[in-house]
């Protein structure tokens, strides 16, 4: 465990080991979390509202017709959704682990 010290502005400095770990640079997003021990930092990806709207819709556009159509209700498509970026996140940081 290594000890952080906290800076002028509340600034911290996150040691070497992490920022390889998470493949953190400055400029990066953490989100902060009260814990029931503590605080808790989640790197996080942040882009831009209508780059992201830009994006979705390419893709939406290339698999649209090809999906058969879904008995879902939208709120239990976007749990799906969600529990699969959820997963690919965290295979994701398994992998940079090795």
Do not use: C
């Amino acid at each position: 465990m290594a000890l952080v010290p906290l800076k002028r502005a509340a600034q911290i400095m996150r040691p070497a080991e992490l920022r390889k770990w998470f493949d953190l640079e400055e400029g990066d997003y953490l989100e902060a979390e009260a814990v029931e021990d503590g605080m808790l930092l989640k790197p996080v990806s942040v882009i831009e509202r209508q780059k992201a709207w830009e994006q979705a819709r390419k893709a939406l556009d290339r698999v649209h017709v090809k999906l058969p159509r879904s008995d879902k209700y939208p709120q239990e498509q976007e749990e799906d959704i969600t529990r699969i970026i959820k997963e690919l996140r965290q295979e994701d940081v398994a992998v940079r682990r090795t």
